[in-house]
Nanobody, 126 residues
Framework: VQLQASGGGLVQAGGSLRLSCAASGRTFSANGMGWFRQAPGQERRFVAHIRWSSGITSYVDSVKGRFTISRDNAKNTVYLQMNSLKPEDTAVYYC????????????????????WGQGTLVTVSS
């Protein structure tokens, strides 16, 4: 499975961006997909997760009400709509997938994911 993230860029504070992550390769089947981000000088951290089958979503507190994760099953694509962006949202954003068969996993943990995209840079200016 290959994940291709896109949609990053430079935006002013208060603006919006939509990130996309397209999955390709062997027949894609995921339990869930997530977005993580890594700000300069910081560790990579969880942002959002979506259960592929149910569409149930989860977010880190700092983005709740501003970011929305969604998926398009037909296109094997997950999105991250980011509104009301703040300078502290500046980071490289990574998408990731849980493709193994497991009913339960810790979606906030990087090591739960077995496929990763290459990252896309989001820069929010003040």
């Amino acid at each position: 499975v290959q994940l291709q993230a896109s949609g990053g860029g430079l935006v002013q504070a208060g603006g919006s961006l939509r990130l996309s992550c397209a999955a390709s390769g062997r027949t894609f089947s995921a339990n869930g997909m997530g977005w993580f981000r890594q700000a300069p000088g910081q560790e990579r951290r969880f942002v959002a997760h979506i259960r592929w089958s149910s569409g149930i979503t989860s977010y880190v507190d700092s983005v709740k009400g501003r970011f929305t994760i969604s998926r398009d099953n037909a296109k094997n694509t997950v999105y991250l709509q980011m509104n009301s962006l703040k300078p502290e949202d500046t980071a490289v954003y990574y998408c990731a997938a849980v493709t193994y068969d497991s009913g339960t996993y810790y979606y906030t943990r990087e090591d739960s994911y077995d496929s990763w995209g290459q990252g896309t840079l989001v820069t929010v200016s003040s």
